[in-house]
């Protein structure tokens, strides 16, 4: 079965860059999107196809792949941006959810 | 503006059907295939299907195949989720989600939340 592995959680201070990996065999051969989730709230596409950002997204979010890991970048961290974060990724069969990882900034 | 409107919360009993309805709004409803997805209380995210709007077809996850049915009306540009033999684990918040280059979701809808429970 597909499965993408997130560490549960992330710590940064604010204006700090924050990375959060996500790693799966498949990845090198698909492209990956990442998701914000706040409380109560439905998930924000933050990046797609890797590395691209939708409209209206800040530019301090930013996602690059390598090998088997997908990383999504937040640089200068804003108090904001504490959220679960979810990288997705697919293939004919259908799509997977990491299992999250929770930022808190400190 | 795009939208997607979902109906309202559900309680049912478990071995019930439940159907959940997606308006969707200020796109071209046929042009944009639907995804479905749920989460458990205090759990991730988990896909459960995808319906294209145009011509029907769906592919579901495997976990939920044979219990699950997504269908849509292109006259009213709703989408449905029919999720059937209810138990308690299925209670959730499910979203109907907009798809978007191959297998992103840009558009959600605001969640339904649907108890099971006897």
């Known amino acids: 079965s597909y499965e993408l592995t997130q560490p549960p959680s992330v710590s940064v201070s604010p204006g700090q860059t924050a990375r959060i990996t996500c790693s799966g065999d498949?990845?090198?051969?698909?492209?990956a999107y990442w998701y914000q989730q706040k409380p109560g709230q439905a998930p924000v596409l933050v990046t797609y196809k890797d590395s691209e950002r939708p409209s209206g997204i800040p530019e301090r979010f930013s996602g690059s792949s390598s090998g088997t890991t997908v990383t999504l970048t937040i640089s200068g961290v804003q108090a904001e941006d504490e959220a679960v974060y979810y990288c997705?990724?697919?293939?004919?069969?259908?799509?997977?959810f990491g299992g999250g990882t929770r930022l808190t900034v400190l | 503006q795009v939208q997607l409107v979902q109906s309202g919360a559900e309680v049912k009993k478990p071995g019930a059907s439940v159907k959940v309805s997606c308006k969707a709004s200020?796109?071209?409803?046929?042009?944009?295939?639907m995804h479905w997805v749920r989460q458990a209380p205090g759990q991730g995210l988990e896909w459960m299907g995808i319906?294209?709007?145009?011509?029907?077809?769906?592919n579901y996850a495997r976990k939920f195949q044979g219990r699950v049915t997504l269908t849509r009306d292109t006259s009213t540009s709703t989408s449905y989720m029919e999720l059937s033999n209810l138990r308690s684990e299925d209670t959730a918040v499910y979203y109907c989600?907009?798809?978007?280059?191959?297998?992103?979701?840009?558009?959600w809808g605001q969640g339904t939340t649907v108890t099971v429970s006897s």
């Open positions: 200020g796109y071209g409803f046929t042009r944009f295939h």
């Open positions: 989600a907009r798809s978007f280059r191959q297998y992103g979701m840009d558009v």
């Open positions: 997705q990724s697919g293939d004919s069969t259908g799509t997977f």
């Open positions: 498949a990845l090198p051969k698909q492209y």
């Open positions: 319906i294209n709007t145009s011509g029907g077809y769906t």
